[in-house]
Nanobody, 123 residues
Framework: QVQLVESGGGLVQPGGSLRLSCVAS????????MGWYRQAPGKQRDLVAHITSGGSTNYADSVKGRFTISRDNAKNTVYLQMNSLKPEDTAVYLCNAVITNYRGVNPYTTNYWGQGTQVTVSS
């Protein structure tokens, strides 16, 4: 059973930094895209950043220049380095992975989510 486990959230002052990590484990043939989403209370879940297996990245406009996504394919791990944090970055951050497995000779793709980690930016 595939699991995504996030770590690294917490409370930080405005202007500070945090680094989130997400490890995927279980029966995994390949991970296509890994990414981070965030959801603040009463708001929809929004994409923060994602990265393909080849290293191509995409960022939300609100985090460009402040956040950096990276991944270690050998460790099935994705990271999110968050710098110059602002109060509006406060949210639950959720890891996402699009994973390919096989049933016999037939590939199938599943979208997995972690349980989320809280990031609070406040003085």
């Amino acid at each position: 059973q595939v699991q995504l486990v996030e770590s690294g959230g917490g409370l930080v002052q405005p202007g500070g930094s945090l680094r989130l990590s997400c490890v995927a484990s279980g029966g995994i043939f390949s991970i296509n895209v890994m990414g981070w989403y965030r959801q603040a209370p009463g708001k929809q879940r929004d994409l923060v950043a994602h990265i393909t297996s080849g290293g191509s990245t995409n960022y939300a406009d609100s985090v460009k220049g402040r956040f950096t996504i990276s991944r270690d394919n050998a460790k099935n791990t994705v990271y999110l380095q968050m710098n110059s944090l602002k109060p509006e970055d406060t949210a639950v951050y959720l890891c996402n992975a699009v994973i390919t497995n096989y049933r016999g000779v037939n590939p199938y793709t599943t979208n997995y989510w972690g349980q989320g980690t809280q990031v609070t930016v406040s003085s």
